[in-house]
């Protein structure tokens, strides 16, 4: 396991999102996975950005979730909406949908458990709730 594989994992992106997100060809992404050759220095950095963002955007998602419940108590459901397709993710600032999905599955990691019990995972939009949200 090499820290490209590592950090390609972290974020979500399969192979051929990985090569899209960074502008290469399939078949170097591969080559880097499979350790036939190492990554551009570049390349490490461009997912490790990618990694730290979604952790930060996580962080802050689940201090705004738990500020709002400690302001108005423990609702019954806490909504949080996920991207449905990667054009959605790219015009809220992620390159894919399940870059953005694991974003919502790492904010919901940082609640407590009596707040991340509440939680239910919607398409953005679907909902009166989702479609005000901007929080993720």
């Known amino acids: 396991m090499t820290i490209y594989n590592t950090l390609l994992a972290a974020s979500g992106l399969s192979q051929r999102e990985a090569a899209?997100?960074?502008?290469?060809?399939?078949?170097?992404?591969?080559?880097?996975?499979?350790?036939?050759?190492?990554?551009?220095?570049?390349?490490?950095?461009?997912?490790?950005?990618l990694v730290r963002r979604q952790s930060q955007a996580a962080q802050a998602g689940a201090a705004q979730i738990k500020s709002i419940v400690a302001e108005r108590g423990q609702p019954e459901e806490i909504?949080?909406?996920v991207a449905v397709d990667d054009h959605e993710a790219q015009s809220i600032g992620w390159p894919t949908a399940s870059a953005h999905r694991v974003v919502v599955g790492l904010t919901i990691a940082e609640l407590p458990p009596e707040i991340a019990e509440r939680v239910v995972v919607v398409p953005r939009a679907s909902t009166i709730g989702t479609a005000a949200a901007e929080i993720l």
């Open 20 to 49: 899209a997100y960074l502008d290469v060809n399939y078949n170097r992404v591969r080559d880097w996975t499979i350790g036939r050759y190492n990554p551009p220095a570049g390349v490490v950095d461009e997912l490790l950005e």
């Open 79 to 81: 909504e949080i909406g």
